[in-house]
């Protein structure tokens, strides 16, 4: 199955029954809050919630690299960008997280038919591009579903 596919289907169907309270095998996220955290990364590359660089110039290529690559996020990989206590829900529970991820990923298809060859900046790696974009996500998405004992 190809990486887009998985996101769009496969996805979402692996974690449509997760107990929302069910916590990881690392992490300080819950399983709706994984959810809705992978909707808010994907969000980041819509169109809709520009993200400036958060890397030190320096290191973007090295860290592009390793998002290129086929290496998995380690456990406990660090995200500056998410505070130690993890934020409250949004959702009322999973189902609604995954309507939103489900939103955001069509969100993104839709913003890369439109603006063709477009490149929108990833907080840690730098501009991507949409097939960039769709390799990341894979390479999150999976990080997450094996934290969650999903794949």
Excluded: C, R
Excluded at 111 to 124: D, H, L, Q, R, S
Aim: glycine share 4%; proline share 5%; no cysteine.
């Amino acid at each position: 199955m190809d990486k887009l596919n998985f996101l769009k289907s496969e996805f979402p169907k692996l974690v449509a029954n997760l107990n929302p309270e069910a916590k990881g095998e690392w992490g300080v996220l819950n399983a709706q809050q994984m959810v809705e955290h992978m909707a808010d990364a994907i969000s980041y590359a819509t169109g809709n919630n520009n993200q400036k660089l958060h890397s030190a110039a320096e290191l973007v290529d090295k860290f592009k690299s390793f998002a290129m690559s086929d290496k998995e996020f380690k456990p406990l990989t660090p995200n500056a960008l998410m505070p130690d206590v993890p934020s409250a829900v949004l959702k009322a529970g999973v189902k609604e997280a995954v309507a939103e991820y489900n939103y955001q990923v069509i969100a993104f298809i839709n913003y890369f038919e439109v603006n063709k060859g477009a490149k929108i900046t990833n907080p840690f790696f730098g501009d991507l591009n949409f097939e960039e974009w769709v390799h990341l996500f894979h390479k999150h998405a999976t990080h997450h579903l094996k934290q969650f004992k999903l794949l």
